[in-house]
């Protein structure tokens, strides 16, 4: 069962920065998908749906929403799976909880990276408040 814990959420003024670490654990050797897996990292700000921010798929292929693009990098430390998100130059509306998910990708990639439907397995969220 893969465990995700989200972590570096907190409170930042407008133009500021944070980094967001998703810990992963529990991986287990897919003999069909050879381990193959691709993460992103969702947000919801109150009374708003769920939303894609970024994604890395197995292939290091990143894809970003497009209210993010040149502010927030993803980026994933393979060795001890941790995903982690640079969020620089931070806005008002960038407030949310902010959520990693992942599931298995045999192919290395997913058709539709940015959506909640394509991953199985989430974390708890961490919160992130952007004051104007």
């Known amino acids: 069962q893969e465990a995700l814990v989200e972590s570096g959420g907190g409170s930042v003024q407008a133009g500021g920065s944070l980094t967001l670490s998703c810990t992963t654990s529990g991986y287990t050797r897919s003999r069909y998908t050879g381990g193959r897996y691709c993460m992103a990292w969702f947000r919801q700000a109150p009374g708003k749906e769920r939303e894609g921010v970024a994604s890395?798929?197995?292939?290091?292929?990143?894809t970003y929403a497009d209210s993010v693009k040149g502010r927030f990098t993803a980026s994933q430390d393979s060795v001890n799976n941790i995903l982690y998100l640079q969020m620089n130059s931070l806005k008002a509306e960038d407030t949310g909880t902010y959520y990693c998910?992942?599931?298995?990708?045999?192919?290395?990639?997913?058709?539709?990276?940015?959506?909640?439907?394509?991953?199985?397995?989430w974390g708890q969220g961490t919160q992130v408040t952007v004051s104007p």
């Open positions: 890395i798929d197995a292939e290091a292929t990143t």
């Open positions: 998910a992942t599931d298995p990708c045999s192919m290395g990639w997913v058709p539709t990276p940015l959506d909640s439907n394509e991953y199985r397995y």
